[in-house]
Nanobody, 125 residues
């Protein structure tokens, strides 16, 4: 019933910015903690950022802290990931996910109940 659809991925040069969106249906995002993960070729899916149900608390992986910002607009049932100062190592498929039980989006994949299809982000040097 819950559907998550990512958008905003694409090709960008190193140092550039990109804004990803995750539109949710079947459940209002105000009732669920959300997170962003990414998976590079040959690598495991890793945690990027998490946000609480109200948006008052956030957490980030050390690799993106200070460069990425997760936010949400509960009225639009949408979660965002603003990515600045992008590096080639940020290249990956980015997934949004919904945690129906937690308060703040967890760092483990097992914390999440629903996943989007992913959107490709490619950062060139």
């Amino acid at each position: 019933q819950v559907q998550l659809v990512e958008s905003g991925g694409g090709l960008v040069q190193a140092g550039g910015s990109l804004r990803l969106s995750c539109a949710a249906s079947g459940r209002t995002v105000s009732n669920s903690a959300m997170g962003w993960f990414r998976q590079a070729p040959g690598k495991e899916r890793e945690f990027v950022a998490g946000i609480s149900r109200s948006g008052t608390m956030t957490r980030y992986a050390d690799s993106v802290k200070g460069r990425f910002t997760i936010s949400r607009d509960n009225a639009k049932n949408t979660v965002y990931l603003q990515m600045n100062s992008l590096k080639p190592e940020d290249t990956a498929v980015y997934f949004c996910a919904l945690d129906s039980r937690g308060y703040l989006g967890g760092t483990a994949r097992a914390s999440y109940d629903y996943w989007g299809q992913g959107t490709q982000v490619t950062v060139s040097s």
